[in-house]
Structures are given as structure tokens and as C-alpha cells.
């Protein structure tokens, strides 16, 4: 595939569609899980989950990056690649199994450290641990043929990677009814399935001579990035860690499920982050448009669009949860507004932080997602031991809000598209609004009024603010849908 725009937002877009597609299947899963699993269940689940993510994202060294690069370096050359590939699979297998031979059999005494109170290290971490070594490897799999540019194979294996995981889930869960074990036996069963049928085929990509110069490559180059995918994983994740210290397994369970329903706003804006990307890239390289005022415009537009999705998921996340989970779950309805806020704000640092790409200042990237993380720790431990899993949530929100902010500032320094800071202050405090008070806790019939009051004076409120940028969009579609 050439290199165009349109084919980048084409096969971005094939991409994107395979995993918001995955990802909302698994959404939908959730009256299953919450039915099968009692909140302290979810709440081990949750924690594990913390674990492998953490452990996943140090153990790949960054070489999916790194696998990308050289890919495009010597694409020309198919015996180069095929070294390539061999020699950081070979290695990445190597190290993969002695780390993980050494933590199931003595990480025993690692883990007492952690002082986890109710999650045993057996039969839990040793899964887990085996789960990361083909979580791992199947990643390098799909990353391959996302570099490539063969994007509808890649949605096709992301779907049957999920596909495996859920089948076995559901086998474990619902069938046998083991629980929170079940759960993380189905991931460890259908990411071992995945692995027998895709990654062995894929090693016949590679031409089997190891040279260490192509792992110092993959390393020099990944390494970093591990200091930076890190950094956003403890952002999304360290809340848990330090909720099992201080709140019991039910709670902890309640905002897993609270924080995984709030993270849809983060596929959402991941998403349009992606369609945007490209789009962003081939305005600032014309000669032809008022890049100062497209962006203005394509940023209010945003805030209409997704600042109207995220209303409506705070508004009425308690509605949601009465009708799709047991009673058991419900609290997590005061949480789902505050984790859907903060997931806004990581949108709106995707948005701000675009002339860090463009202009390839990137080494501001670690000291913005590291100081966010950083304050998300200190949040998280002086908030939880007072307020719970509120406490956290907060954190969540501030932390997100504090990257937005900060990333702005140092952006503008690259590109100032003279923003129409009071306008989207105006439209930032008005969806704040949920969050800081209990309107989407009730749903007797005068608050259902009060929300849909709520709900159009900030649809009524954006429209009339930032009027001059929507009625060009408006009179394009307008003659569109009047003709068909």
C-alpha cells in the first residue's frame, strides 16, 4: 500500500473499527460477569488485570516500536527483516521463559512485599505470569502486521485473539462457575490458543541467524519508550494497587467495574484521536488552509461532539447499571461520572498535544505522562485512606485534568492556535458539574427532568457559543440529506 492520506485514515480507520468493535463486545459482557462474579471476584480480577498490564508492558522491551522502525528502514531488503524478526522473537522467547520460570517457582517471596491481603500468590500469579509470556508474543504478531500496513488482518486477529479469550471466559466462568480463577484461566487458555495458531505460522517469516546487533537495535530504540508506556499504565492503573491496601475486596471490586465502564470514554476518544492524527498531519504540512483556525474549529466541534457523549454516559450511568448488573454493583454509579471526566481530559490532552508530533518534539512526552503519573500516586495515597474509592476517582480525574492542562501550555509553545479559552472553560465547568454533585445518582421522575434540562442547556449553550464553526458543517450536510 503507497503512502497517501487517504489510505493512513482508511486503514486507521479498519484498524480502530476492529478494536472499538472488540472492546464494546466486551462491554456488552458485562451483565454476564457481574452476574457470575460477586463484587470481591471482580475486584481480584481487577487487581490481576493490574498486574499483567504492568508486567506486559516491561517485558516487551518497546519492541513493538522497534519492529515498526526497522521495518521501515530496510523494507527493501526481505532477508534483513527476516533476521530482524528471528533474532528479537528468539531473544524476547529466551528471556521470557527464564523470567518467567523463575517468577512462578520463587516470586513467592517478591510478592510478600506487595503485602496483598486477600489475593493468594497461588493459583493466581503463576496464571498470570504465563498469560504475560503469550500475551507478549501474540502482541508482537498483530504489531507486525500493523506496521505492514495489512490492516484488515490485523482487525481480523484482534477479533479472534478476543474471540479465544472470551470463549474459554465464559467456559470457566459461566460453565464451570469458578469464579475469579475462571477469569483468569480463560485469558491464559485462549491467548495459548492464539499463540498455537498465528505465532507459530508467523515464525515462518523468519530466516533463522541471530545477531545480537539487531536486539541492541530493538533495545536502544524500545527501552525509552518502556519508561513511557510505563508511566501511562501506572497513571491508569496504581489506583487499584493501592485501593487493595486500604479498602476491602467488594469495594475494590465495585470500582473495577465503575472504572471499566468510565474507560469507555477512552476507546472513545482514543478512536477520534486516531482519525484526527493523519488529518492533523497533512493540515499543518498545506499551504492552503488557515491552520489557526481549523484547528479552533475542529477542536469546538470535538468538545460539541464528544463533551455530548460525555453528558450523556455521567448523566445516566446509574440507569445503565440498574438495568444491565445486580444490586450488589450499582454503587459503582457514583464513580462512572468522575473516571468518564477524567477519560475527557485524557481526550483533550490527545487534542492539545498534536504540535508535539508534528514539530517531533517527543522528549516532552515522558515528562508529561511521568509528572501525571507522579501526582496520580501522591492523589491516590493522601485521598483513598479518607474518601475510599472516591478518593481515587478523584485522583483519576485531577491527574487527567492537570496532563490536559499542562500539555497545553507547553504545545502552545510550538503552535498557538489562539484557542477561545473562556468559551471552553465555560463548556469544561459545565460537564464538571456532574461529577462534583450526586444528579446521576437519582432517577425518580423530577431529576430525570433536572438531567434532560441539564443535558440541553450544554447541547444549547456550545451551539450558540461556537455557532460560527458548526454552520459551515450544517450547510454542507443540509443539501445532502434534503437530496437523499
Same mark, same amino acid.
Given at each position: 500500500?503507497?503512502?497517501?492520506?487517504?489510505?493512513?485514515?482508511?486503514?486507521?480507520?479498519?484498524?480502530?473499527?476492529?478494536?472499538?468493535? *472488540?472492546?464494546?463486545?466486551?462491554?456488552?459482557?458485562?451483565?454476564?460477569? *457481574? &452476574?457470575?462474579?460477586?463484587?470481591?471476584?471482580?475486584?481480584?480480577?481487577?487487581?490481576?488485570?493490574?498486574?499483567?498490564?504492568?508486567? @506486559?508492558?516491561?517485558?516487551?522491551?518497546?519492541?513493538?516500536?522497534?519492529?515498526?522502525?526497522?521495518?521501515?528502514?530496510?523494507?527493501?531488503?526481505? &532477508?534483513?527483516?527476516?533476521?530482524?524478526?528471528?533474532?528479537?522473537?528468539?531473544?524476547?522467547?529466551?528471556?521470557?521463559?527464564?523470567?518467567?520460570?523463575?517468577? *512462578?517457582?520463587?516470586?513467592?517471596?517478591?510478592?510478600?512485599?506487595?503485602?496483598?491481603?486477600?489475593?493468594?500468590?497461588?493459583?493466581?500469579?503463576?496464571?498470570?505470569?504465563?498469560?504475560?509470556?503469550?500475551?507478549?508474543?501474540?502482541?508482537?504478531?498483530?504489531?507486525?502486521?500493523?506496521?505492514?500496513?495489512?490492516?484488515?488482518?490485523?482487525?481480523?486477529?484482534?477479533?479472534?485473539?478476543?474471540?479465544?479469550?472470551?470463549?474459554?471466559?465464559?467456559?470457566?466462568?459461566?460453565?464451570?462457575?469458578?469464579?475469579?480463577?475462571?477469569?483468569?484461566?480463560?485469558?491464559?487458555?485462549?491467548?495459548?490458543?492464539?499463540?498455537?495458531?498465528?505465532?507459530?505460522?508467523?515464525?515462518?517469516?523468519?530466516?533463522?541467524?541471530?545477531?545480537?546487533?539487531?536486539?541492541?537495535?530493538?533495545?536502544?530504540?524500545?527501552?525509552?519508550?518502556?519508561?513511557?508506556?510505563?508511566?501511562?499504565?501506572?497513571?491508569?492503573?496504581?489506583?487499584?494497587?493501592?485501593?487493595?491496601?486500604?479498602?476491602?475486596?467488594?469495594?475494590?471490586?465495585?470500582?473495577?467495574?465503575?472504572?471499566?465502564?468510565?474507560?469507555?470514554?477512552?476507546?472513545?476518544?482514543?478512536?477520534?484521536?486516531?482519525?484526527?492524527?493523519?488529518?492533523?498531519?497533512?493540515?499543518?504540512?498545506?499551504?492552503?488552509?488557515?491552520?489557526?483556525?481549523?484547528?479552533?474549529?475542529?477542536? @469546538?466541534?470535538?468538545?460539541?461532539?464528544?463533551?455530548?457523549?460525555?453528558?450523556?454516559?455521567?448523566?445516566?450511568?446509574?440507569?445503565?447499571?440498574?438495568?444491565?448488573?445486580?444490586?450488589?454493583?450499582? @454503587?459503582?454509579?457514583?464513580?462512572?461520572?468522575?473516571?468518564?471526566?477524567?477519560?475527557?481530559?485524557?481526550?483533550?490532552?490527545?487534542?492539545?498535544?498534536?504540535?508535539?508530533?508534528?514539530?517531533?518534539?517527543?522528549?516532552?512526552?515522558?515528562?508529561?505522562?511521568?509528572?501525571?503519573?507522579?501526582?496520580?500516586?501522591?492523589?491516590?495515597?493522601?485521598?483513598?485512606?479518607?474518601?475510599?474509592?472516591?478518593?481515587?476517582?478523584?485522583?483519576?480525574?485531577?491527574?487527567?485534568?492537570?496532563?490536559?492542562?499542562?500539555?497545553?501550555?507547553?504545545?502552545?509553545?510550538?503552535?498557538?492556535?489562539?484557542?477561545?479559552?473562556?468559551?471552553?472553560?465555560?463548556?469544561?465547568?459545565?460537564?464538571?458539574?456532574?461529577?462534583?454533585?450526586?444528579?446521576?445518582?437519582?432517577?425518580?421522575?423530577?431529576?430525570?427532568?433536572?438531567?434532560?434540562?441539564?443535558?440541553?442547556?450544554?447541547?444549547?449553550?456550545?451551539?450558540?457559543?461556537?455557532?460560527?464553526?458548526? &454552520?459551515?458543517?450544517?450547510?454542507?450536510?443540509?443539501?445532502?440529506?434534503?437530496?437523499?
Amino acid at each position: 500500500m503507497t503512502y497517501s492520506i487517504r489510505s493512513v485514515f482508511k486503514g486507521a480507520s479498519i484498524y480502530t473499527i476492529g478494536q472499538v468493535g *472488540t472492546k464494546a463486545f466486551g462491554f456488552f459482557l458485562i451483565p454476564v460477569y *457481574t &452476574r457470575f462474579l460477586t463484587p470481591a471476584e471482580y475486584g481480584i480480577v481487577g487487581y490481576l488485570q493490574v498486574m499483567l498490564q504492568l508486567m @506486559a508492558t516491561v517485558l516487551m522491551f518497546g519492541f513493538y516500536g522497534a519492529q515498526t522502525r526497522y521495518y521501515y528502514e530496510f523494507k527493501e531488503n526481505a &532477508r534483513k527483516i527476516g533476521e530482524f524478526l528471528f533474532s528479537i522473537n528468539a531473544y524476547l522467547v529466551v528471556v521470557l521463559l527464564v523470567l518467567c520460570c523463575i517468577l *512462578t517457582f520463587w516470586g513467592e517471596h517478591l510478592y510478600v512485599l506487595l503485602a496483598v491481603k486477600d489475593i493468594p500468590f497461588q493459583p493466581y500469579l503463576p496464571i498470570v505470569i504465563w498469560t504475560g509470556f503469550f500475551q507478549i508474543l501474540n502482541q508482537l504478531v498483530i504489531s507486525y502486521y500493523l506496521a505492514t500496513k495489512q490492516y484488515k488482518e490485523c482487525a481480523i486477529l484482534q477479533f479472534l485473539q478476543f474471540a479465544f479469550m472470551v470463549g474459554m471466559i465464559l467456559f470457566f466462568v459461566v460453565y464451570l462457575k469458578q469464579g475469579a480463577l475462571g477469569k483468569v484461566k480463560g485469558h491464559l487458555v485462549g491467548q495459548a490458543i492464539f499463540f498455537a495458531l498465528f505465532y507459530i505460522p508467523h515464525s515462518r517469516k523468519f530466516i533463522f541467524r541471530f545477531d545480537a546487533a539487531y536486539v541492541k537495535y530493538a533495545l536502544a530504540f524500545g527501552v525509552p519508550i518502556v519508561f513511557h508506556l510505563l508511566a501511562g499504565v501506572m497513571h491508569n492503573s496504581i489506583d487499584r494497587v493501592i485501593l487493595e491496601k486500604y479498602v476491602s475486596m467488594d469495594q475494590l471490586g465495585i470500582y473495577s467495574l465503575g472504572y471499566q465502564i468510565g474507560m469507555v470514554m477512552s476507546i472513545i476518544v482514543a478512536s477520534v484521536n486516531r482519525a484526527w492524527q493523519p488529518n492533523y498531519f497533512d493540515l499543518m504540512s498545506s499551504d492552503t488552509h488557515d491552520k489557526a483556525y481549523e484547528n479552533r474549529r475542529m477542536f @469546538a466541534l470535538w468538545l460539541i461532539g464528544i463533551g455530548t457523549i460525555c453528558l450523556m454516559g455521567m448523566l445516566w450511568s446509574k440507569e445503565f447499571l440498574i438495568l444491565l448488573t445486580p444490586e450488589s454493583y450499582h @454503587a459503582s454509579a457514583g464513580v462512572v461520572p468522575i473516571i468518564i471526566m477524567g477519560y475527557f481530559f485524557q481526550g483533550v490532552y490527545f487534542f492539545a498535544v498534536s504540535p508535539i508530533f508534528q514539530f517531533k518534539k517527543t522528549k516532552f512526552l515522558p515528562f508529561l505522562t511521568g509528572a501525571a503519573a507522579l501526582l496520580n500516586i501522591i492523589l491516590n495515597l493522601l485521598f483513598i485512606p479518607r474518601f475510599g474509592i472516591y478518593g481515587a476517582a478523584y485522583a483519576t480525574l485531577i491527574s487527567f485534568a492537570f496532563q490536559a492542562v499542562f500539555g497545553f501550555f507547553v504545545s502552545r509553545r510550538l503552535f498557538d492556535p489562539q484557542f477561545e479559552v473562556w468559551k471552553i472553560a465555560l463548556g469544561f465547568f459545565i460537564l464538571l458539574g456532574v461529577p462534583l454533585s450526586d444528579l446521576s445518582m437519582h432517577i425518580d421522575l423530577k431529576i430525570q427532568f433536572v438531567k434532560l434540562t441539564y443535558f440541553m442547556g450544554f447541547s444549547g449553550l456550545m451551539f450558540f457559543s461556537f455557532h460560527s464553526y458548526i &454552520r459551515p458543517v450544517v450547510s454542507k450536510i443540509y443539501p445532502r440529506l434534503k437530496s437523499s
